[in-house]
Nanobody, 115 residues
Framework: VQLVESGGGLVQPGGSLRLSCAAS????????MSWYRQAPGKERELVAR????????NYADPMKGRFTISRDNAVNTVYLQMNSLKPEDTAVYYC?????????WGQGTQVTVSS
């Protein structure tokens, strides 16, 4: 199983970024996918989750209305569209999936929101 995130970077407050996570090594279309984030000195927290078909999504309260998770099962990729970014969104963002016996993480992509 391999999860590879991309799309992070430096953005000004109020700006937008789109993160991507390319998955391989498992039947992508059969499993839910999630995005987590970890800010310096804080615990890793759930950002958003999407079911295997892409028909159901869940968001942590601070992200509701600003972030959108989506997936394209044809290319084994999950996305996180982040709008109206705030300095407190600064963190390393991780892609995650839970298969039957194991949980897998990507290497993370840094998002920095600063003027």
């Amino acid at each position: 199983v391999q999860l590879v995130e991309s799309g992070g970077g430096l953005v000004q407050p109020g700006g937008s970024l789109r993160l991507s996570c390319a998955a391989s090594g498992f039947t992508f279309s059969s499993y839910a996918m999630s995005w987590y984030r970890q800010a310096p000195g804080k615990e890793r927290e759930l950002v958003a989750r999407i079911d295997s078909a892409g028909g159901s999504t869940n968001y942590a309260d601070p992200m509701k209305g600003r972030f959108t998770i989506s997936r394209d099962n044809a290319v084994n990729t999950v996305y996180l569209q982040m709008n109206s970014l705030k300095p407190e969104d600064t963190a390393v963002y991780y892609c995650n999936t839970r298969l039957i016996f194991s949980t897998y993480w990507g290497q993370g992509t840094q998002v920095t929101v600063s003027s």
